[in-house]
């Protein structure tokens, strides 16, 4: 009972720190104003793990290293706790190798999870509350995602299905990652 409990908090917490390190290369790809303030919520959290990583590893022109890098490592120091607080070792020197793949698909799950929940918002927003402050922030974030599903779509009028196109391949996805990893990893 007690493991279960603190895999949950470490689950949510190492997710939640290991999504606002995409969202800030994420931010980074799409040149998001740094002054934004939801922007300036995630350079703060993450600032104190990517900006020593800059001086070691150049962001590049579209991709923020840096940050990818850091979410990297989150991913994999995430697996290593989770199969050390299961397992009650440290994974094997065999194990390493598969260690550093699964986290690489649990980044990536990471990835897809943040796409499905700002599809998901977006779309409930555009109902409740259009004009909600959030609402361009997260048009901006989803748009390079949405507009290739929206250009192979029929046009319905006034019905927009590209969100659920987009959520329906984030979850699958998300599955395949999932089931990947476990079986790379065990964790």
């Known amino acids: 009972m007690f493991s ?11 997710t939640l720190f290991g999504i606002a390190l995409l969202l800030r290369a994420w931010m980074f790809a799409i040149r998001l104003h ?5 922007a300036q919520a995630v350079l703060r959290v993450t600032n104190w793990l990517v900006l020593p990583m800059r001086r070691v590893i150049p962001a590049g022109n579209k991709l923020d290293w840096p940050s990818l890098v850091a979410c990297w490592l ?3 120091l995430f697996l290593l706790l989770t199969w050390s607080l299961f397992m009650g070792t440290l994974p094997s020197l065999q194990s390493i190798a598969p260690a550093l793949v699964a986290a690489l698909l649990t980044v990536l799950k990471w990835a897809f999870n943040v796409i499905l929940w ?5 779309a409930v927003l555009s109902w409740v509350n ?5 609402m361009p922030l997260l048009q901006t974030l ?7 599903i929206r250009r192979v779509m029929p046009n319905l009028g006034g019905l927009d299905l590209s969100p659920l196109v987009l959520l329906i391949v984030a979850q699958v996805a998300m599955m395949v990652l999932q089931s990947m990893a476990f079986s790379l990893f065990g964790v």
Do not use: G, K, R
């Not at 279960?4 to 190492?14: D, G, K, P, T």
């Not at 989803?142 to 290739?148: E, F, G, N, V, Y």
């Open 4 to 14: 279960e409990a603190l895999h949950f908090i470490i689950n949510i917490f190492f």
């Open 34 to 38: 740094p002054f934004n303030p939801y």
């Open 74 to 76: 989150t991913a994999l």
């Open 118 to 122: 700002m599809t998901l918002i977006q």
């Open 130 to 134: 259009p004009m909600a402050p959030i």
């Open 142 to 148: 989803t748009a390079p995602m949405l507009d290739p």
